[in-house]
């Protein structure tokens, strides 16, 4: 067999700087035959086996996952990603992509790679007034995103509370945060996306996809607003602007923060509950958002983030953020606030120590008001659980619809206060969602979630290999315990709405774990898979960019 015909079924893309997208009259044309000879100013290193700094290049932030790839090739520009994606080519070298390194599979760092491409020192923020919209590039931290836009021009994007995630997958995958039930999505304010791509004959090109209509290559743009990483190419820029700006100016693009926020953080302590209690806390919690998740309700303002520890650590902790400029905003965090703890008997205390993503926030069990900036950095500055870089770790992810059954909430329970179970970095982590959110068509982008009021992510953290059985058993006991009623997973229907791609578990393709019958496709993209399949077949249709839970070609 050819180097070629290897090429085509052996390159493996995966992790957060991938994508894909292309603008006819934008697009650059394939590439030469031979390339001019790098710049040294845009080429970044090639780091072999003999490098000091290949082994912590070797992994992501999740140690489970492991590489012994021939090289790591740093990517600095465009020009560099066509170079380093052509070479890998042509050698035949099956290949994964990383900017922030925080994928929780193995898109990345797996056995099989040969080649990881890392975008982490593309880092530029900016506002280009050619595209009249701000440009992120993949390896851009979300912190340093946020700090950019805001130090610059007072605007910002809807996403993540983590400040080390890259910005290549936390976007093409449908990124969330505490402002998106204000805001939506940070893909609901994609303008453009720039890839390189691989097509038939190992052509490599640069294009751009715009949202426009009249964009030939459309649908390339749709295929990165939810679709996630590893399916159509090597994203190497973003562009922003939210679809209801009308002016010209920069400040007037994009999304505006609150000038000041009002934070709460509270631990309830586990000796205060028995199951009593816990039950109808998280029946409060569910009944709550059912209730104030419309795209129109005054708590639109309002987010939280809860985790449901384990007994080992001590809490259950909630860390609630209002804009503080809106009409009656302490009171709506009072109410949210009380209607969780009613009828529980648990009363607040400051927060004892960090939580998950959670810091330790002390001092914050009464609502303090503060500069959004601030908050943003209290917040994301620190998560000494999932940032620890030295951590194997496991994730399971579900959307919810409607409140919790019984079931559902005994079995959560029952695997929390477990007597053999003392690892106090486990939690089932409750984000706010709906709002803006539910306000977009489910079709009008990849994200096709757009009707849960809640979202759910299963997690635990811990240091040593010998332990890899015991943790993934019991994530994998109860993920199946909470879901038994709808064999193993998040069913769409009137109560749940499949998982969150962003946390991609690949157990959602095993029929063990998966015994359902329904496709992981369907859990993940529902209805708008077989959309995502016929812009795989346009743009990738020998299926050249892959992982393990990577869109498949129409027609494959």
């Keep these: 067999m050819s180097p070629l015909s290897l090429n085509r079924r052996s390159l493996l893309l995966g992790g957060a700087a991938m994508g894909g997208g292309a603008l006819a009259a934008t697009a650059m ?165 720039e890839v390189v791509t691989v097509g038939p004959r190992g052509q490599v090109r640069t294009v751009v996809a715009t949202r426009e209509r009249n964009d030939p290559n459309r649908d390339l743009w749709w295929a990165h607003t939810g679709g996630g990483g590893g399916n159509f190419g090597l994203i190497t820029r973003y562009w922003f602007r939210s679809p209801d700006a009308r002016r010209d100016r920069p400040e007037d693009l994009l999304v505006k923060p609150p000038a000041t926020v009002l934070v709460s953080a509270a631990d309830l302590p586990w000796s205060q509950f028995d199951e ?54 302490r009171r709506l965090l009072d109410d949210y606030l009380a209607a969780l703890l009613d009828g529980t008997g648990i009363s607040p205390r400051n927060m004892a120590r960090p939580s998950g993503e959670l810091p330790h926030l002390p001092a914050l069990a009464a609502p303090r008001e503060m500069p959004w900036m601030t908050a943003t950095r209290l917040v994301g500055t620190n998560n000494p659980t999932i940032t620890h870089p030295g951590m194997r770790a496991a994730h399971k992810s579900g959307y919810m619809r409607r409140n919790f059954s019984d079931r559902q909430i ?103 774990y998966n015994r359902s019958g329904v496709p992981w496709s369907t859990l993940y993209y529902k209805d708008n898979y077989p959309r995502l399949q016929q812009v795989k077949r346009r743009y990738d249709p020998e299926n050249f960019f892959r992982h393990s839970l990577s869109v498949e070609p129409a027609g494959s």
């Design 276 to 329: 009593r209690s816990f039950a109808r806390l998280l029946k409060n919690f569910g009944a709550w958002h059912e209730a104030n998740s419309a795209p129109d309700s005054p708590y639109r303002h309002l987010s939280s983030l809860f985790n449901v520890n384990s007994k080992a650590h001590g809490a259950l902790s909630v860390f609630t953020q209002v804009d503080a400029t809106v009409p009656n905003a």
């Design 29 to 193: 044309a394939p590439a030469a035959a031979t390339a001019a000879p790098p710049d040294p100013r845009d080429a970044g290193a090639k780091i072999t086996p003999d490098d000091p700094r290949y082994t912590a290049l070797t992994t992501g932030n999740n140690q489970r996952y492991e590489s012994a790839p021939e090289y790591v090739k740093m990517i600095r520009s465009t020009a560099d990603a066509e170079r380093a994606l052509r070479d890998a080519y042509r050698a035949g070298k099956r290949v994964s992509v990383r900017s922030g390194g925080h994928c929780f599979a193995d898109f990345v760092c797996n056995p099989e790679v040969e080649v990881i491409l890392d975008f982490s020192e593309m880092t530029h923020v900016g506002y280009d007034p050619k595209m009249r919209a701000f440009v992120v590039e993949p390896g851009a931290r979300l912190l340093n995103v946020y700090e950019a836009l805001y130090k610059g021009w007072g605007v910002t994007i809807p996403g993540g509370i983590c400040y080390s995630v890259g910005a290549g997958g936390h976007i093409s995958g449908g990124g969330y945060g505490l402002l998106s039930r204000a805001h939506g999505l940070v893909v609901d304010h994609l303008y453009a996306v």
């Design 410 to 512: 005994s079995a959560l329970y029952r695997y929390m206060t477990r007597e053999d179970f003392t690892n106090p970095d486990t939690m089932l982590v409750l984000f706010s969602f709906g709002g803006a959110v539910n306000a977009v068509d489910p079709a009008a982008t990849a994200n096709a979630q757009r009707s849960s009021v809640f979202k759910m992510c299963f997690q635990t953290f811990w240091p040593d290999r010998k332990d890899d059985a015991f943790y993934l058993d019991w994530i994998r006991g109860l993920y199946a315990d909470f879901f038994a009623e709808s064999k193993g997973v998040p069913l769409i229907g009137d109560q749940m709405d499949g998982c969150y791609i962003n946390y991609p578990d690949s157990d959602m393709a095993d029929p063990a």
